[in-house]
């Protein structure tokens, strides 16, 4: 198990709220101005909610998420949360309902003598573009769809990790710096290498209770030839978690890339979920498509 890299001890750190009957650890992630919610205790609650943007507000967060089960969705709904998709699976044997809100300048988030209202900024995008997306990555299969070129994984240290990231953040192609996603996670990190000079950098993040994988691609594809080694990667990347028995694994991309929804489409990812300026590349925020593939049934063990 790799040590945490210095770009999430930099911009990654766990806050946990223990007040009001409440139990909440907080991910924050500075780079992305995103926090995840990790809720221990079920239940309706405003305290939730001001205790998340109050930490949101101090963090300079622009983006709040949650995953909970099906039972814990409305509790968050009324809370001004909006269903934005699922990970089928991602606690073994029951799906985790994704929630998030785009928090709006100026608000008063701690103030509750108002009621609970909404505070998502903006409407979520229609569905539709995000589906031409995937209809668009579907013809690129079908106009790519020979052979698969050969692609090479092999595992990479820290000092690989990190240098490739750096290289990554200058050239401003950076989707990430693989901080973490969870609580409690194991991370490896891997080349994805080819003839012609192809390079990919992915992370996987696994939880081992749930023996889910969480794919990270640290950088997109610039052309149609990288497009299709980029399908060849996760291939071959699939079949190394199947082979350490991960059930389920899922992934985000940039919500207008073809090449990357191509890659998905064509390793049996299906779009689960559409999430709101969850990303930040070279600056700016973007929606991301939510993918999701079952890779084995879960055992009783």
Same mark, same amino acid.
């Given at each position: 198990?790799? /040590? @945490?890299?210095?770009?999430?001890?930099?911009?990654?750190?766990?806050?946990?709220?223990?007040?009001?009957?409440?139990?909440?650890?907080?991910?924050?992630?500075?780079?992305?101005?995103?926090?995840?919610?990790?809720?221990?205790?079920?239940?309706?609650?405003?305290?939730?909610?001001?205790?998340?943007?109050? !930490?949101?507000?101090?963090?300079?967060?622009?983006?709040?998420?949650?995953?909970?089960?099906? %039972?814990?969705?409305?509790?968050?709904?009324?809370?001004?949360?909006?269903?934005?998709?699922?990970? &089928?699976?991602?606690?073994?044997?029951?799906?985790?309902?994704?929630?998030?809100? !785009?928090? $709006?300048? =100026?608000? %008063?988030?701690?103030?509750?003598?108002? *009621?609970?209202?909404?505070? *998502?900024?903006?409407?979520?995008?229609?569905?539709?573009?995000?589906?031409?997306?995937?209809?668009?990555?579907?013809?690129?299969?079908?106009?790519?769809?020979?052979?698969?070129?050969?692609?090479?994984?092999?595992?990479?240290?820290? @000092?690989? /990790?990190?240098?490739?990231?750096?290289?990554?953040?200058?050239?401003?192609?950076?989707?990430?710096?693989?901080? &973490?996603? =969870?609580?409690?996670?194991?991370?490896?990190?891997?080349?994805?290498? +080819?003839?012609?000079?192809?390079?990919?950098?992915?992370?996987?993040? /696994?939880?081992?209770?749930?023996?889910?994988?969480?794919?990270?691609?640290?950088?997109? $594809?610039?052309?149609?030839?990288?497009?299709?080694?980029?399908?060849?990667?996760?291939?071959?990347?699939?079949? !190394?978690?199947?082979?350490?028995? !991960?059930?389920?694994?899922?992934?985000?991309? &940039? +919500?207008?890339?073809?090449?990357?929804?191509?890659?998905?489409? *064509?390793?049996?990812?299906?779009? /689960? =979920?559409?999430?709101?300026?969850?990303?930040?590349?070279? =600056?700016?925020?973007?929606?991301?498509?939510?993918?999701?593939?079952?890779?084995?049934? &879960?055992?009783?063990?």
């Amino acid at each position: 198990m790799l /040590t @945490t890299l210095e770009f999430e001890r930099s911009s990654a750190d766990q806050v946990l709220v223990e007040r009001d009957g409440i139990s909440l650890c907080l991910l924050v992630n500075r780079r992305a101005q995103t926090l995840r919610v990790v809720d221990f205790r079920a239940g309706f609650s405003p305290a939730k909610r001001s205790s998340a943007a109050t !930490v949101a507000k101090s963090e300079g967060i622009r983006r709040l998420y949650i995953l909970v089960e099906r %039972d814990e969705a409305p509790s968050w709904v009324r809370l001004g949360f909006q269903r934005e998709g699922t990970i &089928p699976g991602f606690y073994k044997r029951s799906d985790a309902h994704v929630l998030g809100l !785009v928090l $709006p300048a =100026g608000a %008063d988030f701690e103030n509750e003598q108002s *009621g609970v209202h909404r505070l *998502g900024e903006r409407a979520p995008a229609s569905s539709a573009s995000f589906e031409r997306t995937v209809q668009r990555a579907r013809r690129f299969l079908s106009a790519h769809g020979g052979e698969r070129p050969s692609v090479r994984l092999h595992a990479l240290g820290e @000092t690989e /990790t990190r240098k490739a990231v750096s290289a990554a953040l200058s050239s401003g192609r950076a989707m990430t710096v693989f901080e &973490p996603f =969870g609580r409690d996670v194991t991370r490896w990190y891997f080349a994805c290498t +080819a003839r012609g000079g192809y390079s990919l950098t992915v992370s996987v993040e /696994t939880q081992p209770c749930f023996n889910n994988a969480f794919i990270e691609l640290l950088t997109a $594809p610039r052309s149609e030839k990288e497009a299709v080694f980029t399908v060849a990667a996760l291939e071959r990347l699939g079949q !190394v978690l199947a082979e350490r028995e !991960v059930i389920g694994a899922f992934s985000l991309s &940039p +919500a207008e890339n073809v090449h990357l929804a191509a890659a998905f489409v *064509g390793n049996g990812f299906r779009r /689960t =979920g559409q999430l709101r300026e969850q990303l930040l590349i070279d =600056g700016r925020r973007a929606d991301a498509l939510l993918w999701s593939r079952k890779l084995a049934q &879960p055992t009783d063990s």
